[in-house]
C-alpha cells in the first residue's frame, strides 16, 4: 500500500500544480504556504508569484518527458521554457474564460430580473466584482507576476518560508528558480503581448455588453462602478500597490512584458505627459517621437467602452426626456376644458409644470453624465468629450421637441385655411397652452447655457484638438451614426450652405419641406463631409429607415440598415407618413431653425446672437408663440367679429336707404320745437314725412335751417362693444404672474439667447412678458379684423360699384362684368346721407384714435411679416403719417406688415368720406344734395372728440387694460367726478346741461383680481381665544375679590342701585 501511494504522490502534486495555475494569484490564495492574516490582506497578492513559481517549478521537475528526452541541453531548455510560458498563460486564459462565462450569467439575469431595482443592484454587484477580479488577473497573473518570475527570476517570499531573515527569503526564491530554465525575455513580452492582444477586446466587449444591459441603474450606481474601475487600473492608489511589491516597478513590468504595437491593434491609448508636454512647450514638437505611447488597462478596456456607454446613455435619457414631456403635454391638452371655460391660471400652472420639468430632466441627464465619465485623473479628456456629447444631443432633443410642438398645432395652416367655417368650430386651447409653454421655454430653461456652450460645440472642440494635434479618435465618443474617425478635422458646414440647399428644396418658399426633401437638402449640404445628411435627419428625428426608403439618398447610404424601429419612435412618428395630418398632427416636415438643430454635430453654430445654437432656439420658440397666439386670436374674437359684421352690414344698408332726417330720428338725434307740446310734436313729425319735397321748404326757409343743422351721436355701439368684448377676453386669459418680468437681469436673457433690447429701448425690462404678448395678439387681431370689416363692407363695394359702372361704359366681357355684380352686396358710400356719414366718420376716427394715438403699448409685428422693427412701438400714442396713396399699398402689400395695411384702410376710409361730406353733391336724395359743404376738421376736432372722451370716460377702466391709460380722461385740468375720475373739461360742460348724464366710475385699479380672504388658521384662532378666556377669567376673578368690600359700601349708602349693580 506505501508503495502504490507513493507511485501516485507525482501525479497528485501534478494535479495540485495545475490546479494552483488555474486560480488567480492576486486573490483568494490558498493558505497552504501563506498565514491566514497574510492571505486575506491586500499585500497578500504580491506573494502570489512565489505559488505561480512553485506551481511551475513542480510541473516542470515531474514533467517525466521532458526529462527523457534526446536534445540537447541547451535546446531542451528552451523548449521547457517555452512550454512552462505556454502553460502559464493556458492556464490564465482559461481562468479568465471562467470568469467571462459568469459575466455572461450576470448579464442573462439581468435582464431576466426587468425593472427590478434589488435586482439590478445585486446584478450590479456581482458585474462588478467579477470585472475587479479580471483587472486583478491581468495586472498581476499576466503582467507583473510573470515578469518577476521569467525575467527578474526573483519574487517576494512569505516571511514563514524558509525562515524570518532575508537570506533564507533569497535562499528560497533562488532554489526555486535554480529549478526552473532560463526564459528568453523577447519571447516572453511576445507571449504575453498576443495574450493580451487576443483577450482585451473580448474582455471590452463582454464589459461593454453588460454596462449596456445594466444601465437602467442609476447613473452615480454606474458612477460608482467605473471610479472603482478605474481606481482598479490607472488610479493613484493601485499603482502605489502594485509598486509596493519591493522587487520591481509597474512601469518596468508593463515595459519588460507589453508590446504597444501588437496589443495596440484595436486599442485606444492616451499620449504620456511627457509627449503632451513636448507638444505644448517645444518647439521640436515634430519631431518627438510616437512610440512613447504608454500601455494602460484602463484605456485598453474601459475607456472606449465607459464613453460609448455614455453616449448611449445620454441618447436614450434623451429620448426619455423628450417621451415624457410629449406625454404630459398630450395628457394636459387631453384633459383641458374648452376655450371659453379654462382658467388662466390654470393653463400657466400646467405650463409651467411641463417647462420645469424640462428643466430638471435635462439638469439631470448632465449631472447624471458628469457623475458617471468625469474624475480628476482624466478630467481634461473625458469632460471634453462630455460636453460635446452633451451639446449635440441638447440640439437634438430640442430640435424634436419644437418639430413635434410645430406638428402637433398645425401652425404651418396657411392664412387662407383660416375661413369661416374653420373659425367657427376651432377651439384654441391648444394653441393657448402651447404658446404659453413655449413662451416659458425661452425663459425658464435654466439647463441651457451650460448645456449649449459655444466652447462645446464640436466646431470649436475640432479646432482645439487641430491645435494640440491630440488624436482624433476623442470625437468618436460623440458621432453616432453620422461621423467617421475623421470627423474631428475640418469637414463641417456654415449655415448659409445649410439654408442655400432648404431654399432649393423649398419649391413654395412656405420656409417648410417634407422629411423626404430635407434628406435630400442635408444630403446635398454635406457632401464632400464625413458626414451623411440624410442619416442624420433620420436617426435624429426617430425615424425607421422604412419610412424614409423612398428617398435616394437614404436608399444610397443605408439599403441593408435599420437603426431604429417603429417602436422607438414617439407617438408622433406614427402619423401619415406622406404628409398628412392624421390624430390631431401635422404634416411630417421641418423648417430651418429644426434642421439647423438636428445638425449640431457637422454644423458650425454662430457663438452669439441669433444665429448661435441658443439663438436658433429662441427663434423657433418665437414664431411657434406667434403662430399660436396668432391663431387664439382669431378664434377667441370670432364670435365678436361676426356680430360687429352684423351690426355694421345693417348699419351700411340703413345709411344708403333712408334720409338724414329719418337717420336722426332712428338714432334719437332729432328734436322740435321744445315750446310744443307732445300732441303737437307727434303731428310735425307725420306732417313731415307726408310732405312732399316743396312742401319740405317753407316759406320762411324754416326746414332749410333745420336740414343745415349737423347732429354728432355718439359712438355706435357696435364698435363700443367689439372694443370692449377684445378687452374682456384679454382680462379673462392673464393671471397675476402674467406681469411679471420674464428675466431678472441682462446677463441671464443673453445666456439664454434672448435678444436684449438697447437701454434706449428700455434694456431688458421691455422684453415682452406673457401680459404683452397676449396683448399684442389681442390688439393685432383686433386691428385686422376691423379693418378688414370695414374695408370690405365699404371701401371694397364703393370701389366695385366704380368698376361696374365703367364695364357697363365700355361694353367689356361680360364674365367680368358678371363677377363684378357678383362681388357688389352693400351699396356704396356714395348713397349713404349726411348723418351716415357723419356716424361712419365718428366711428372710424374713434378706432384710429383708439389703436394708433391712446394705445401706449404698440404692436409686436411678425419678424416674417415685416422686415422693419419688430416692434412698432412709434404707434401707440404718436402721431399718425401722411395719407398712403393707391401706388403704396402695393409696396405695403409685398412687405406683409399688417399694422401699415391697416393705417392705410383707416386713413383711406377717412379720407373718402370726409371727401363726401366736403362735397356739395353728397346724398342719396335732393333733401341731402341741397346741404352746404361740411369743413371736417373742426368737425373732427371738436364735437366728435368730445363723443370720444365720453367713451373713454364711461368705458376707460376697460379700455386702460388694453390700450393703455389715458392722460387726458384723468388730467389736472379736467372736471371731477363723484369718486374722483377725471373728465375732460369739454365734457364736463355736457355733464352740467341735463341732456347728459351723469357717469359714476370706480376708481381706476392696477389689481385686476380681487384677493380673497384667507382662511385663519384654526390652532391660531384657538390660541387667541385661549388667550381672551384667560383674560375674561382673571378680570372676573378680581371683580370677586372686590365685591364684598364695595359691594357693602353701596349697599349701606344707595339701597336700590346697589341692588342693580349686585345683580350686574
Known sequence: MIYLHSQTIPTRIVKMAKKLLLKPASFDLPTLYLPEKLSKSEEASNYGAFLSASALSALDMLDIQSSITTATNQSHDSIRAVNLIDLYYESKAKLIHKLLNQLSSVDASSSSSGGNEDGTSTTLGEA????????????????????????????????????????????????LMSTLPSFDADVLKSKSSHFLAAHLPLIRSKVKTVLNTIAGTTASRLGHVRQILYDRTDGADCKVLLDSNGVCMWEEAVGGMVDVRVVSHGTSFSAPQQQQETLDGNNNAAAAPTTTKKFSLWSALFSSAFSSLVHSLLTTSFHSVHSRIISALRASLANAPPLHRILPHEAHRNALRIATELDLALKKVSDDAHELLVHAEEREESEQRL???????????????????????????????????????????????????????????TSLPKLLDPDSSPSALAAINKLSSASSSSYSAVGGSGTTAGAGKSGMITLMELQSSFDLADDDDNGLISFEEAMEAMESAFSGTPFRGAEMVRDTLLLSSSSSSTTAASTKDREDEGDLDDDNEPSSSTSGRGGGVSSGIGPRNVTLSELALLSARGLRHDTTGPYSARGTV????????????????????????????????????????????????????????????????????????????????????????????????????????????ASSVLNRSVCPSDSLPPVPSSEYALSLGVTVPTEKEGGFESIPNMMHT????????????????????????????????????????????????????????????????????LDVTFVRRCFFERNHYGFVVDAADSAMDALLSEFGGG?????????????????????????????????????????????NNEEDSEMVAIDVPPLMDGPMRERHM????????????????????????????????????????????AAASLILNPLPSSRRFVLLPIQAERSLNELQLRGKYRKDRSEKAGNKEEAPVSGGAVSAGFGFFSNMLGKK
Open 128 to 175: 462588478e466584482m467579477i470585472v475587479t477580479r479580471i483587472v486583478l488577473i491581468l495586472q498581476y497573473d499576466v503582467i507583473l507576476h510573470p515578469y518577476q518570475i521569467f525575467v527578474l527570476r526573483q519574487f517576494p517570499t512569505p516571511s514563514g518560508v524558509g525562515g524570518r531573515n532575508e537570506d533564507n527569503q533569497k535562499t528560497a526564491s533562488d532554489y
Open 387 to 445: 460636453r460635446q456629447s452633451l451639446y449635440v444631443q441638447t440640439c437634438e432633443i430640442m430640435g424634436r421637441l419644437l418639430s413635434e410642438l410645430r406638428r402637433i398645432l398645425a401652425v404651418s395652416r396657411n392664412e387662407s385655411e383660416m375661413n369661416d367655417k374653420y373659425l367657427s368650430n376651432a377651439d384654441a386651447t391648444k394653441e393657448l397652452i402651447v404658446g404659453r409653454l413655449c413662451h416659458l421655454l425661452k425663459f425658464r430653461l
Open 618 to 725: 429662441q427663434r423657433a420658440l418665437d414664431d411657434i408663440v406667434s403662430s399660436c397666439f396668432k391663431i387664439w386670436g382669431k378664434v377667441a374674437l370670432y364670435s365678436h367679429l361676426e356680430l360687429f359684421k352684423i351690426s355694421l352690414n345693417e348699419f351700411v344698408q340703413t345709411a344708403a336707404s333712408v334720409s338724414s332726417l329719418e337717420w336722426e330720428r332712428q338714432c334719437g338725434l332729432y328734436k322740435g320745437d321744445e315750446e310744443k307740446g307732445e300732441h303737437e310734436l307727434l303731428m310735425d313729425e307725420i306732417g313731415d314725412a307726408m310732405m312732399d319735397d316743396d312742401d319740405a321748404l317753407g316759406d320762411n326757409g324754416e326746414g332749410v335751417k333745420k336740414k343745415k343743422e349737423l347732429k354728432v351721436g355718439g359712438v355706435s355701439s357696435y364698435i363700443t362693444s367689439y372694443l370692449l368684448s
Open 774 to 841: 397676449l396683448r399684442s395678439a389681442v390688439l393685432g387681431e383686433a386691428l385686422c379684423s376691423l379693418c378688414e370689416v370695414l374695408e370690405e363692407c365699404l371701401l371694397l363695394h364703393s370701389k366695385n360699384k366704380r368698376v361696374d359702372e365703367d364695364e357697363e361704359r365700355d361694353d367689356e366681357e361680360e364674365d367680368l362684368a358678371a363677377v363684378s355684380t357678383a362681388t357688389e352686396v352693400l351699396p356704396s358710400l356714395e348713397k349713404f346721407n349726411v348723418s351716415s356719414l357723419v356716424q361712419l366718420l
Open 879 to 923: 402721431e399718425l403719417d401722411d395719407i398712403v396713396d393707391e401706388d403704396c399699398e402695393d409696396i405695403m402689400e409685398q412687405a406683409g406688415n399688417f399694422v401699415d395695411k391697416s393705417k392705410a384702410i383707416i386713413e383711406k376710409l377717412v379720407d373718402t368720406v370726409s371727401t363726401y361730406l366736403a362735397s356739395s353733391d353728397s346724398g
Open 950 to 993: 365720453e367713451v373713454y370716460t364711461s368705458c376707460d377702466l376697460f379700455l386702460s387694460s388694453l390700450f393703455g391709460e389715458d392722460s387726458s380722461v384723468s388730467s389736472p385740468s379736467a372736471a371731477t367726478s363723484l369718486y374722483g375720475m377725471g373728465i375732460p373739461s369739454s365734457s364736463a360742460t355736457l355733464s352740467n346741461s
